[in-house]
């Protein structure tokens, strides 16, 4: 099992920064490759970005590619993700997720295993 717990959620004005992390325990965190996911009301959850164990690569949704940043620090068994020039639309819940295993990149919800509970971001115009 492992348990993972999102914070820095907020509302933001539109180009403003806000950098989320996600705090995991439980087995070991260079297993799984992360995740950062997002939902809006009415809406399905939808892929934001992806970091494998090392942190050799990465992938972004291309709505956020160029202003979102996924990172991760094994050390601490947290993985971030830095938004800037925030937009009203990137308004969700932002949930991080974990797969494995952790050499892969994965895009769908599907193929995560575990899931934290979600922080809210808001961005006015």
């Known amino acids: 099992q492992v348990q993972l717990v999102e914070s820095g959620g907020g509302l933001v004005q539109a180009g403003d920064s806000l950098r989320l992390s996600c705090a995991a325990s439980?087995?070991?965190?260079?297993?799984?490759?992360m995740g950062w996911f997002r939902q809006a009301p009415g809406k399905e959850r939808e892929f934001v970005a992806t970091i494998n164990w090392n942190s050799g690569t990465t992938s972004y949704a291309d709505s956020v590619k160029g202003r979102f940043t996924i990172s991760r620090d094994n050390a601490k068994s947290t993985v971030y993700l830095q938004m800037n020039s925030l937009k009203p639309e990137d308004t969700a819940v932002y949930y991080c997720a974990a797969a494995y295993p952790g050499w892969g990149l994965f895009t769908s919800p599907k193929q995560y295993n575990y899931w934290g509970q979600g922080t809210q971001v808001t961005v006015s115009s």
């Open positions: 439980g087995r070991t965190f260079t297993r799984y490759t």
